[in-house]
């Protein structure tokens, strides 16, 4: 387990138990039970207070943590019989984003998502999340793909946001975020997002123009990094944990303002600690969500989803 700065306390007690029992591996007739069992129930009681109330920013550090199951995970998981499509059909195929047809409970779908990677070599592949503009030109091939055969559409978010480099640029990297976040409103099947990290920027928004929204627990989706904010508005990067204050990027701040729809509740210590728990409610919840959108006409559901954006901000306001 990668421990996060605040979890270091946490990390020591379970850093002991763990010696112990390597000790009572080693020699013979040592009874370490008792002594572990404490340490195990003082690291349990310590890891619920951690995560009892975390800030903002805290919240930030979890989203990101390398150990959450990432796109290719659920995929592997809630998905069967994943057929990839690659490429734009006009520039280059982007590895940051994953995309093609699968099966989600015996129904065809489409399923797109951004892919951080779990290792160096990997996340170097998938330049850490970041799509280029193929990326998101990809994503649009493949929502026309799915409007045309009446297949709904399964995204998955986890992106700092859209890669900011001179190539990407001169491919016009935000007309094709908007192309994309244009071709959500406007396909007429269901399109359901989940964001499984983190959710930053226009590089998000572009994938998480939904009928459905949900987030996990300790995810994050904002306009802009905390980091970022921090350097636009005090000119130092250090106030990253003010700025998360500011910019209520917690899934349960966005549930209040109506932006997220379902917030998805977390193995206690984070969705890095029970993975496999983590992707079966996220199965749970798509499922719950198509159902609900699953059999509305498809005038009915563009015009309902054109609404749903519209109306954002509109429930935090009355409340």
Not at 303 to 312: G, H, T, V
């Amino acid at each position: 387990m990668n421990y996060l700065d605040f979890e270091k306390p946490l990390a020591e007690i379970e850093g002991k138990a763990e010696e112990l029992r390597a000790m009572a591996r080693r020699e013979e007739g040592m009874d370490v039970a008792d002594q572990a069992a404490a340490l195990d129930k003082k690291a349990a009681d310590m890891l619920h207070e951690i995560y009892k109330n975390l800030t903002p920013w805290r919240k930030c550090q979890v989203a990101r943590h390398a150990q959450r199951p990432h796109c290719k995970d659920y995929i592997e998981v809630l998905f069967s019989e994943y057929t990839p499509l690659a490429g734009d059909r006009n520039f280059a195929d982007d590895h940051a984003i994953m995309g093609g047809l699968a099966r989600f409970d015996d129904t065809p779908v489409v399923v797109i998502g951004h892919e951080k990677g779990h290792d160096t070599k990997t996340r170097i592949e998938r330049n850490f999340g970041m799509a280029r503009p193929e990326g998101y030109r990809k994503a649009v091939r493949l929502m026309d793909l799915a409007d045309r055969f009446n297949l709904p559409v399964i995204t998955l978010v986890d992106t700092p946001g859209a890669y900011p480099g001179k190539g990407a640029e001169e491919r016009g990297q935000s007309e094709a975020i908007a192309r994309t976040t244009e071709k959500c409103l406007q396909i007429g099947v269901p399109l359901i997002s989940v964001i499984i990290g983190e959710g930053g920027s226009g590089g998000a928004v572009a994938f998480a123009t939904a009928d459905r929204l949900a987030m996990l627990e300790h995810s994050v989706y904002s306009v802009i990094s905390p980091e970022g904010c921090a350097s636009i508005l005090w000119k130092d990067s250090e106030k990253m944990r003010e700025a998360a204050e500011a910019l209520r990027l917690t899934a349960q701040d966005l549930y209040k303002l109506g932006v997220c729809d379902v917030v998805i509740d977390e193995p206690l210590g984070g969705a890095q600690r029970d993975k496999q728990a983590t992707i079966a409610s996220v199965g749970k919840a798509i499922t719950t969500m198509l159902a609900e959108v699953g059999d509305v006409d498809r005038d009915a559901l563009i015009a309902s989803r054109r609404r749903k954006f519209l109306d954002i901000g509109a429930k935090g306001l009355a409340a």
